[in-house]
């Protein structure tokens, strides 16, 4: 604990949010209402300071981003409201079986959407969160890092890397668990590897998208197809065992083998931009709020990509957080209760654990070389086209919103 010298001597804030990615821009834009009420508020990065036109922190890479219905409406109200002209609109999705009978067409419409969500680069999403952000009543403080974090009895030290030292009342950890400070706390995380690797990539095909994203099981793992302008944004899931091989293939090679994959869904795939890979590995802290401390984003959890939820989540995470954080200060000009937060960790879980269950389940189901499972999936979804409330529950739960979705900032 620090000496009182110490203590007079650190810059004191109410709440502090480590990290100035997707989620630590999105998470200051929800807090607004403690700002107006002049809460003291910073935000720390290791990237330098974002202009206008470009941002250096690694979440605002060229990966491109699924938003559900809920997670566009939801930054819509947090002021992002040029969202419609720089994002693709999901507006079906097809999901199918290689080599199998199993197919399922889902349109918006059918479900009383205008869409079912909408695709956008993580590039354009930053800028859009930063033109926004950047003007808020928040001291922010990049090219910093939080070396160490030390909790005491009114919320927490903070050590930075300019030799800096800071006290938080509440700390949001939304840096990706990059940082490791989670460990510092004693959180630990549970982690399973998927054996896998995800390759990314986007794709000129000779037939437009129309706006349907498609979900394609095969053998060689799960492929997704994301309207994306002009293009498709490709997420294909590969087996480790497979992954060595298929890594090595040259650009001709790699389109021979996604036709053969895809199909002519989109017609003949015509071109492909250089790959960029990642190793699977799903990672949940079981307990990811303590007294003063909320991790949120990927510092939480990182999901398996077959459903494209983890952002989704995230944005779920970040509007409960908010509405706890903003009514605690709104009533009692103070952070939240333990009570509270017990409530907050409770719901917060709640839908990790069943976000996390959907993704797993599809990979087990449809990653089954079994006869029997092969033909009791493709049974399952030929039925979703003939039973309309077989459908939206499967819409739902691909959208994470399987259980009731948090108020609207």
């Known amino acids: 604990m620090p000496t009182e010298t110490e203590s007079w001597k650190m810059e004191k804030y109410e709440l502090v949010i480590v990290g100035g990615g997707m989620v630590g821009l999105t998470m200051a834009l929800a807090l607004r209402p403690m700002l107006e009420l002049n809460a003291k508020i910073t935000l720390i990065d ?10 250096a922190s690694p979440s605002f890479d060229d990966r491109a981003t699924a938003l559900s219905k809920y997670s566009f409406n939801a930054l819509a109200a947090l002021g992002i409201s040029t969202l419609d002209q720089h994002s ?38 930053g800028l859009l969160l930063w033109q926004k952000a950047k003007s808020l009543n928040i001291e922010y403080r990049f090219n910093q890092r939080v070396s160490t974090i030390k909790p005491d009895a009114r919320g927490h030290t903070l050590s930075l890397s300019n030799e800096d030292k800071i006290h938080s009342q509440f700390v949001l950890l939304c840096d990706g668990g990059r940082s490791g400070l989670h460990h510092q706390l004693g959180l630990q995380e549970t982690i399973t590897n998927f054996q896998a690797h995800a390759r990314i990539a986007i794709i000129k095909a000779k037939k437009p998208h129309a706006g349907t994203a498609y979900e394609r099981f095969t053998q060689q793992g799960p492929i997704a197809l994301l309207p994306f302008g002009d293009y498709s944004a490709l997420v294909w899931t590969i087996p480790n065992d497979r992954y060595e091989k298929i890594s090595q293939f040259d650009k001709s090679q790699s389109l021979a083998w996604l036709n053969e994959q895809v199909g002519q869904r989109l017609g003949l795939i015509e071109d492909i931009s250089d790959w960029q890979d990642y190793p699977l590995v799903e990672k949940q802290l079981p307990v990811s709020i303590s007294h003063g401390f909320l991790a ?3 510092a939480a ?17 970040m509007m409960r957080s908010a509405q706890t954080l903003n009514n605690a200060y709104r009533h009692n000009q103070a952070m939240p209760s333990f009570e509270q937060c017990q409530c907050l960790a409770s719901e917060l879980q709640k839908d990790q654990k069943t976000t996390a269950l959907f993704s797993n389940r599809l990979i087990s189901l449809f990653g089954s070389p079994q006869p029997a499972i092969q033909v009791g999936r493709g049974l399952g979804l030929n039925s979703l086209d003939r039973h309309p409330l077989l459908s939206q529950s499967f819409a ?13 900032i």
Not at 104 to 123: C, P, R, S, W, Y
Not at 396 to 408: D, I, K, S, T, V
């Open 296 to 298: 949120l984003g990927n």
């Open 46 to 55: 290791p990237a330098p300071e974002p202009s206008d036109t470009d941002l």
């Open 88 to 125: 693709s609109p999901i507006k079906a999705i097809e999901v199918s079986d290689r080599g199998h009978a199993g197919y399922h067409l889902m349109e918006a419409t059918e479900q009383g959407l205008d869409q079912f969500g909408a695709v956008i680069a993580n590039k354009t999403l």
């Open 301 to 317: 959890a990182t999901l398996h990509p077959v459903a494209g939820q983890g952002f989704n989540l995230a944005i779920r995470g």
């Open 396 to 408: 739902l739960a691909g959208m994470g919103l399987l259980q009731q979705a948090p108020g609207l």
